[in-house]
């Protein structure tokens, strides 16, 4: 990875997490996963979050040895840099997941607010039988909440990140490395 710093709007990040790591972490997701859903009878749906997940939910779909549906839902609970606390539910669910196993794809979780107000809707108001909770990133320090993540690809200190779909005011997505603010 090139020791350069990017520029986003007006803040500066350092390089933080190599795209060799990153992929790492997705093979052991996936490698639980698979043992886990190893000959399901039934089709799990991939939940990918938009729009963060895109890279993740990507990779991830690439090692996935089971049949799998993808479905999409993109919610929002940042401004900037800061979580506002309030999860909105920008663009609904792609398919129904009534009835059905679901696994979410998460780009990182911190206070955990948007996860478990997405678990209680896809148990409570879309009727899924099953919601496990698979993160890419998860801040521990942060993260307070009894739900239990099922599969986590690695732990991070709370800081802002961009990179590998991660974003400070929708730029950055595109970068294949991890990038921590500079301050």
């Known amino acids: 990875m090139k020791e350069e710093k990017i520029r986003l709007h ?11 790591r990153i992929l790492d972490a997705v093979d052991g997701i996936a490698r639980e996963i698979n043992a886990d859903f190893h000959g ?12 963060g ?26 401004q900037g840099t800061k979580s506002t606390g309030t999860v909105l539910n920008v663009m609904g669910l792609t398919s129904s997941v ?26 409570d108001k879309e009727g899924a039988s099953e919601v496990r909770i698979c993160t ?22 709370n800081a802002f990140i961009v990179g590998f779909g991660l974003d400070y005011d929708e730029l950055g997505r595109n970068i294949r490395d991890i990038y921590v603010i500079d301050e």
Not at 10 to 20: C, G, L, N, S, V
Not at 137 to 157: C, H, N, R, S, T
């Open 10 to 20: 007006d803040k500066t990040f350092k390089p933080y997490i190599r795209h060799e």
């Open 40 to 51: 399901c009878d039934d089709i799990p749906v991939i939940l990918c979050v938009l729009n």
């Open 53 to 78: 997940s895109i890279p993740f939910t990507g990779e991830l779909l690439q090692r996935i040895d089971f049949p799998c549906q993808l479905v999409s839902i993109k919610l929002s609970s940042y």
């Open 98 to 123: 009534r009835g059905r196993r679901v696994i979410i794809c998460e780009d990182i979780v911190d206070t955990g607010n948007t996860i478990v107000a997405l678990k209680e809707m896809l148990l």
């Open 136 to 157: 890419l990133l998860l801040k521990p320090e942060v993260y307070d909440k009894p739900d239990k993540l099922d599969y986590v690809g690695m732990e991070i200190p």
